[in-house]
T-cell receptor
Framework: RKEVEQDPGPFNVPEGATVAFNCTYSNSASQSFFWYRQDCRKEPKLLMSVYSSGNEDGRFTAQLNRASQYISLLIRDSKLSDSATYLCVVNPGRSNTGNQFYFGTGTSLTVIP | NAGVTQTPKFQVLKTGQSMTLQCAQDMNHNSMYWYRQDPGMGLRLIYYSASEGTTDKGEVPNGYNVSRLNKREFSLRLESAAPSQTSVYFC?????????????FGEGSWLTVV
């Protein structure tokens, strides 16, 4: 079983729509969670960290559900510039694997005018 | 502000040739990483270095070697390139040795082995 699994999409949504991505992780002891954004032929960049209590950054909201072992990303009022691949990232945080960050394969989003 | 710089950006190799991908970061980070990214596979860790002087294997280390030359630099070497090593390679760095810090990536190196 993969450490992190995401629906690859693609998600094609109109401008202004709300879209949500989910990501599941296999290690129940995982401690750190992130969403990264990757544009075509570019490097991944941190979009936001995911905290236990959930967190919001403008139009973006991230949630963590430890009981069901998934994290989610909600994008409201989608913009054309939101078109990208969104990567779910999980860090187990155990002392001997604190450097292991597991990446999902990414969910592709295209926002259509 | 440079961040993580990796070279070369593009390279074509013949099967059996060797090459080294160079990476340097100017953020005084302790941890450095080499990932490869393939379609449908996501980012996979090749090797990492938790601190200067240490290196450890990741998920897919076979066919690669690394050197943490100093705190700034972490190179990845392909001793005898194979077509299966055609991929995009990303170097990355992070401040801490434990989890919880942001990973910063270089712009990537596109490698084709023919």
């Amino acid at each position: 079983r993969k450490e992190v699994e995401q629906d690859p999409g693609p998600f094609n949504v109109p401008e202004g729509a709300t879209v949500a991505f989910n990501c599941t992780y296999s290690n129940s002891a995982s401690q750190s969670f992130f969403w990264y954004r990757q544009d075509c032929r570019k490097e991944p960049k941190l979009l936001m960290s995911v905290y236990s209590s959930g967190n919001e950054d403008g139009r973006f909201t991230a949630q963590l559900n430890r009981a069901s072992q998934y994290i989610s990303l909600l994008i409201r009022d989608s913009k054309l510039s939101d078109s990208a691949t969104y990567l779910c990232v999980v860090n187990p945080g155990r002392s001997n694997t604190g450097n292991q960050f597991y990446f999902g394969t990414g969910t592709s989003l295209t926002v259509i005018p | 502000n440079a961040g993580v710089t990796q070279t070369p950006k593009f390279q074509v190799l013949k099967t059996g040739q060797s090459m080294t991908l160079q990476c340097a970061q100017d953020m005084n980070h302790n941890s450095m990483y080499w990932y490869r990214q393939d379609p449908g596979m996501g980012l996979r860790l090749i090797y990492y270095s938790a601190s200067e002087g240490t290196t450890d294997k990741g998920e897919v280390p076979n066919g690669y070697n690394v050197s943490r030359l100093n705190k700034r630099e972490f190179s990845l070497r392909l001793e005898s390139a194979a077509p299966s090593q055609t991929s995009v390679y990303f170097c990355a760095s992070r401040e801490g040795q434990r989890g919880g810090n942001t990973i910063y990536f270089g712009e990537g190196s596109w490698l084709t082995v023919v």
